[in-house]
């Protein structure tokens, strides 16, 4: 830190005034995704003696929040453990995802770089204390409440699953994504939007055939209302700058886990490329494609035989705002 305070000038200051210091790896886990990062044995016996009984564990080198399935918890959870289901195979969410999904679809749809711009450490401590001593605690329905916090709530929910939504054994279906490819004789003649609309539908054939069915229907449904905010997020990209690109680069992170094994495939897995076959661009078609790739669970939740765009996502907020008042 010495060092960077003594060069900052002379490197960057444009640089050295965006630096932020964090005391603690837990801290840190509130700005970036911390599973992404490797950190030497060094670094975590330093920690320690920083962090005392901070909740903040390392596992083969990896480190991770701790937080563990609690009943009656909000964070930390099995995910599939909490979802309910219903008569007619309809999940129900838990009430506080509810909450931050009805709010984020009335106040980020806007938000300039809602999910990639992260309020600071200080402010989501704060916040997220006060919000699991309970409602009254913490008003997020208030005017004032930030999108941005709310989203902060989300992405920890999803980052702090018991199990993450995409597992290891999805990474190697995701590997099979068709791709950007050199031109065959017989595609020689075909106009390159022919060819880019032929690429996009056997990707969305490919999600829909390959990757949802590895994830448990009631997953599955859940990911259909998280889609539904990103989807309609990424339609007014022109205001709040997250395209699904954007997007996909963003949440991917939050739906992986990272081992010491894999942690340098994993990265690639975090950029959504045409020519790349990744988790994130798995995410990406998923975003982009809505409404064709979550057809069928659209269809239950809504208990319809056919989806229209038109109705769509006010559809699926009506079904959040009947569960949370059921």
């Known amino acids: ?19 932020v210091w964090v005391p603690t790896l837990a801290q840190l886990k509130l700005l970036v995704p911390t599973d992404l990062i490797y950190f030497p044995e060094q670094v ?47 999940v129900r969410l838990p009430p506080d995802v509810i909450d931050w999904l009805l709010l984020l679809h009335s106040r980020g749809t806007f938000a300039i770089n809602i999910f990639k711009r992260v309020p600071n450490v200080q402010e989501i401590q704060q916040f997220k204390k006060r919000y699991l001593e309970g409602p009254s605690a913490t008003p997020i329905h208030d005017s004032d ?19 993450p939504i995409f597992t290891q054994e999805i990474y190697s279906v ?3 994504l068709p791709v950007i490819a050199p031109q065959s004789d017989s595609q020689a003649d075909q106009h390159p939007l022919t060819q880019m609309q032929n690429l996009e539908q056997a990707r969305i054939s490919f999600v829909r055939s390959s990757i949802l069915p590895s994830i448990p229907p009631k997953t599955r449904q859940f990911l259909t ?3 539904a905010l990103f989807f309609s997020i990424s339609l007014y990209s022109s205001q709040n700058r997250m395209n699904s690109h954007n997007l996909a680069k963003t949440i991917t992170p939050l739906l992986l886990r990272y081992t010491k094994d894999n942690i340098h495939a994993s990265f690639a897995h975090s950029q959504p490329l045409p020519s790349c076959s990744s988790v994130a661009s798995v995410v990406q078609v998923m975003i982009l494609y809505f409404e064709q790739v979550f057809f ?30 059921a």
């Open 1 to 19: 830190m010495m060092l960077v305070n003594t060069l900052g000038a002379v490197i960057s200051t444009k640089f050295y005034d965006k630096l």
């Open 44 to 90: 975590i016996q330093a920690d320690n003696q920083v962090t005392g009984d901070e909740k903040f564990k390392v596992h083969s080198g990896i480190a991770y929040t701790s937080t563990q399935p609690v009943k009656g918890k909000t964070f930390g959870v099995d995910l599939e453990a909490v979802l309910g289901i219903d008569n007619n195979d309809v």
């Open 145 to 163: 409440t930030s999108a941005y916090l709310i989203a902060a709530m989300l992405r920890m929910y999803l980052a702090e699953l018991d199990h």
């Open 174 to 176: 995701c590997a099979q």
């Open 225 to 227: 209302h998280i889609f």
């Open 296 to 325: 069928d669970d659209i269809c239950t939740i809504l208990d319809c035989d056919f989806v229209e765009s038109e109705s769509v996502l006010s559809s699926m907020v009506s079904v959040l705002r009947n569960q949370l008042s």
